[in-house]
């Protein structure tokens, strides 16, 4: 059996994705490996987010090909990167398959052509795949948490998002087929999945949308918990915020990306929805679910940001005070709307320094948020030691929150009730209730 090794960069989706690759290949005589010096073939699965996402691939790729020469290993580069790059990594002469995230079902052949000595694509988009019939090879070591891919593609196409063009079109997976492989996690051992899609609330499928689907899967057992990801600001219905509420095992969390606190830039970034929507939906996850986690992401420096757009950005955090935010500074990405039409015209020293006052207020916000858990008592499923001892267990709560106590009792996957002691601004310190 030819070694397959396989690097994952990027998004969640990601990771689902090179689970479908690994089995595709396992069908045909490929064996996963961990070491890549024993490795027939290595693959980079690539993201092309942000530029540093791309340039850290192009340096992977120079080191894979040491690798090449010394035991004449296929080079390959599949997801976004290939589709946005085809052209740039078979001219580099350092790569012998390029294959985009439609195209993982043609991996088999590309690679066989690939060893005769010509390097192979294929970055065709798809309007029907979505690898629903495939059951995916986890690549989670410890068992407790699977991803499930509902959806692929996206039709927002937002000014400054890549993810149109390489990933292509919305379309929504069979829903028996997804609770199908909900089943087979749990009856594998899996105590929680996360429903992936880049838009996961324009779900919609044979009749079924996205609140339908979460009680289908919530119904499998109590003892399976539900998660999801991402959900958009515009699209997030009463529906799903009071099925959450019904259902004890769907975890009381949502990713909710608001990228900028300003409505000409929300404008601007065609986000379709404003500032006040946004605050709406807040409100109403709160009121249904007065528990329920919040995280987001935002955009800092976005073209033509001013400071007073910058300001409105940080008022939002302060009132909406989310538990944490994934938080970036604008970078160009080459073929986007935003790249067509507006000038990149913020300097990247106003655009550091925006970035990080976002930082530093996030951090008291977060801050802020874990402080008010002293005291609360939550069911965690533990994940595996704390980073700093064997003598720690870790896990999230429902509210996404990492709970870290002292136990050496009980075990990845099993549910512990714990009380909240004491936090910082990322974890909560608990102690074991018994």
Request: aromatic share 8%; with cysteine.
């Amino acid at each position: 059996m030819r070694k397959l090794y396989i690097e994952t960069y990027g998004c969640q989706m990601n990771v689902n994705d090179t689970e479908v690759i690994f089995s595709i290949l396992s069908e045909h005589g490929y064996q996963r490996t961990e070491s890549i010096d024993e490795a027939d073939v290595i693959m980079a699965n690539t993201c092309s987010i942000r530029d540093n996402a791309e340039q850290r691939i192009w340096g992977r790729i120079n080191q894979f090909n040491i690798q090449k020469k010394k035991r004449r290993a296929t080079i390959g580069i599949l997801g976004c990167m290939a589709e946005r790059l085809k052209d740039a990594l078979l001219e580099s002469g350092k790569v012998d398959v390029v294959a985009g995230p439609d195209a993982y079902r043609s991996l088999p052949d590309l690679l066989e052509a690939a060893a005769d000595g010509h390097p192979q694509i294929n970055v065709e988009l798809s309007r029907e795949e979505t690898y629903g019939d495939i059951k995916p090879v986890r690549v989670d070591t410890n068992g407790v948490s699977a991803f499930i891919s509902i959806m692929r593609g996206c039709n927002n196409v937002c000014s400054y998002c890549v993810v149109p063009y390489t990933r292509g079109v919305e379309r929504s997976r069979d829903a028996s087929t997804i609770v199908r492989e909900a089943c087979d996690c749990f009856q594998n051992g899996y105590k929680e999945v996360t429903l992936l899609g880049q838009n996961v609330d324009s779900y919609y499928f044979d009749g079924i949308n996205f609140a339908n689907l979460l009680a289908r899967v919530a119904e499998i057992s109590p003892l399976l918990r539900v998660r999801f990801s991402t959900s958009n600001p515009q699209d997030i219905s009463d529906e799903v915020i009071e099925t959450m509420a019904r259902y004890d095992n769907i975890c009381k969390h949502i990713h909710l990306p608001v990228q900028s606190g300003s409505n000409r830039i929300l404008e601007k970034m065609r986000r379709r929805y404003t500032r006040e929507w946004y605050l709406e939906r807040v409100a109403k996850i709160r009121e249904v679910l007065p528990e329920c986690g919040l995280t987001t992401d935002v955009i800092a420096g976005f073209c033509s940001e001013t400071e007073e757009d910058h300001k409105e950005t940080l008022s939002l955090f302060e009132e909406v005070v989310f538990d944490t935010a994934f938080m970036f500074y604008y970078s160009e990405r080459p073929g986007t709307l935003a790249a067509r039409k507006y000038p990149d015209d913020v300097d990247i020293e106003t655009k550091t320094r925006r970035l990080n006052e976002i930082i530093e207020l996030q951090g008291r916000m977060s801050l802020k948020s874990y402080r008010r858990d002293i005291g609360k008592t939550f069911e965690v499923l533990v994940e595996g030691p704390s980073k700093k001892t064997d003598k720690e267990l870790c896990g999230r709560a429902s509210n996404n929150k990492m709970c870290v106590w002292p136990d050496t009792e009980h075990k990845a996957g099993d549910y512990v009730t714990v009380e909240v002691m004491d936090c910082t601004s990322a974890t909560l310190i608990c102690r074991e209730k018994k």
